[in-house]
């Protein structure tokens, strides 16, 4: 193929060609801010490049465009792998920017308490819940939760996902906390996939301070935290605040303590009632606040002027049968980053797919299959604090993408409880193929 004279060849491992769309997710678009989350209406624009291709070069972005564009600009290396996407989407790899992934047990008899009409918090209240998986938690292993972790990811990346953030808080004392953090953090050293870690000492109050939650909040910000930090293992601190569990100020106090250890604060707020946490996220400069099933007007409203993503967590709606999901509408109409996550856990949402998540997006909570991509790549990426790095298809950017059996990305959320991702390319490496692992 000849060269534009002058120009140099730009060195390509990777190649994925002729796809029907390329999401690309660009940046660059009207109306939006330079390179933030989409908001508003952004958020249906998915930059989409029609018989496209990417290119890259030892896990980065090095070309993307039309097919002969691409083609006449790279020079393909020895052993340069080619994938043909005609007849494919390709999109950025799924972002899954709220999980509880490290904990031993399962809770399936939460199902059946659930369809006989208890609600979470009287299962909480009486030993169930969090603290079940607490003490399963607690006798599992380091060796035993780490191979438990890496076959879930395992599972999470045949589906698409190539990042994903990890919270603690199954532990809820500075060794047990610990023991899971490490697993985070070893999780993200063996996994392919890109591992975010966040400490949740503050996820529920431990059999041993039951009716001392004062106590428990102090044990977490002069024992957890500094330990925590002492080591390194987190980025983002988060606090479960909610009636029956932590208060505002308690979750204030917490939040500050960990932002005086550098640990950036996200809060699951207003889930079961209007608390005022996302009055809280905004004021403290949260980078995220989660679930928001109950959140003010006045509270999306400040969320919106401060920045805050709004972290929606459809699954979990879905699991416990409420009825009721995050309104979504409200927070995009009010101009706040809108992203959506599996919240996978053993109670409340034990899916490990976000196609899933993407289905309970556009049923329970009437979103636009473009709505949902930007909340699921590019907005996700933002919320984790890893926009400049991942969450779109652009030079530079680290080569995370998913090729689905699909034309048109419309297709995408409207495909019910199937796999239909056909590839992923974890930093330009090719990781799963025909839905499946492959073994390297
Ligand atoms: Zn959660």
Known sequence: MPMNTGEQAIRADLLIEDASELITLAADIPGNGAAGPRVGSSMR?????????????????????????????????????????????????FVDSHTHLVFAGSREEEFIQRAEGK???????????ILSTVRATRDATHSHLLALGLKNLDIMMCHGTTTVEVKSGYGLSVDEELKILRVIRDLDKFHPVDVVSTFMGAHAVPAEYAGDTEGYVQHVIDDQLPAVKEENLAEFCDVFCEKGVFSVGQSRR???????????????????????????????????????????????????????????????????????????????????????????????????????????????????????????????????????????????????????????????????????????????????????????
């Open 254 to 440: 917490i939040l500050e303590a960990g932002l005086a250890l550098g640990l950036l604060p996200r809060i699951h707020a207003d889930e079961m009632g209007s608390l005022g946490g996302a009055e809280l996220a905004a004021e403290i400069g949260a980078v995220s606040a989660e679930h928001l099933l109950y959140a003010s007007e006045d509270g999306i409203r400040k969320m919106a002027e401060a920045g805050v993503t709004a972290m929606l967590l459809p699954a979990t709606s879905f699991t416990l049968g409420l009825g009721r999901y995050a309104d979504a509408r409200a927070f995009i109409q009010a101009g706040c980053p809108v992203a959506l996550a599996t919240d996978f856990n053993p109670g409340t949402s034990p899916t490990l797919s976000m196609q899933f998540v993407m289905n309970a997006a556009a049923l329970g909570m009437k979103l636009h299959p473009a709505e949902i991509i930007s909340a699921t790549t590019v907005n996700a990426a933002h919320g984790l604090n890893r926009g400049n790095l991942i969450g779109s298809l652009e030079v530079g950017k680290v080569a995370d993408m998913v090729v689905v059996n699909t034309d048109t990305y419309l297709r995408i959320p409207y495909k019910l409880g199937i796999n239909i991702v056909d590839k992923v390319i974890k930093r330009g490496r090719l990781v799963v193929s025909g839905g499946r692992l492959i073994m390297s």
């Open 45 to 93: 624009n998915l930059a989409i490049i029609s018989g496209g291709s990417v290119a890259a070069f030892d896990g980065r972005i090095v070309a993307i465009g039309k097919t002969h564009e691409v083609r006449g600009k790279v020079k393909l290396t020895s052993n340069a792998q080619v994938i043909d996407a005609k007849g494919k989407v390709v999109l950025p790899g």
């Open 119 to 129: 609600t979470y918090l009287e299962i909480l209240g009486s030993g169930g819940g």
